[in-house]
């Protein structure tokens, strides 16, 4: 019985030390396929969404100097603007974009200035979620963003005093109207959005993957205030999976 009993501890110890050498066989395989999944991968603008890209790029928000020398690095066409201060409005580390990225996607209006974390994360949102959805449902790529803007200085949905201030107040959002395709079309949110059609599949594929990379991302699914526009914003909350997503 002794023997019968060492025996068995002995079988447990195997599959222990077969359990923990699969699970490091995984963290290994995982490392070397999936880096952007794993929480000490430091954020980069070229690098596919990982689990940590959208709380590494709200941190952006408290670290002006590193988002600056991201969009830098991914080649990004910019021009960083002066600190601006209105009451309880304004921005320290506003840019004025070039471009949508470094691929040129053009802007409309041109010269979008947004504070820099909504900027890094606009490009990876076209770079990896908007050319790659136009190809597969439109079968071509977007040449230009249309857009309502970021900076405004109002509370929420325009409210009165007492309110709760809009992100659009320090530059930490930007609402997107449509979108100009290569052979001149263009597909906008107010007109197209409720379809059953390649465009409506199109920006809903945009909104999902916007999710994925803004704290907050809102479209006519959440109210009739979004009608004509996805709002996207870079609102602190805290932790993985805090994002707000309608």
Known sequence: MRFLRLFDRLL????????????????????????????????DLGRPI?????????DLTEDAPR???????????????PPRT???????????LESGGARGLALAPAGLGTACPVAAALAMWEWQIVQPAALEHLGQPVT??????????????????????SEHATADAIDIAGFRLA???????????????????????????ACRLFATTLSPDYNRAHHDHFHLDMARRGGIGRGVCR
């Open 12 to 43: 447990k110890a195997v599959a222990m030390l077969a359990l923990l050498a699969a699970v490091l066989a995984a963290g290994f395989v995982l490392t070397r396929r999936n880096p952007q999944d794993l929480p000490w991968t430091a954020l």
């Open 50 to 58: 990982g689990l940590f890209t959208l709380p590494r790029l709200v």
């Open 67 to 81: 988002c600056t020398g991201l969009l830098a690095r991914a080649g990004i066409a910019f021009t960083p603007l």
């Open 86 to 96: 209105s009451g309880a409005c304004g921005y320290a580390d506003g840019v004025r």
């Open 144 to 165: 230009r963003l249309d857009h309502f803007g970021s900076y405004s200085c109002r509370r929420i949905y325009g409210r009165a005093e007492g309110a709760a201030w």
């Open 183 to 209: 052979d001149g079309r263009r597909i906008t949110v107010a007109a197209d959005w409720g379809g059953d059609d390649a465009d409506a599949r199109f920006l809903h594929a945009v909104r999902d993957g």
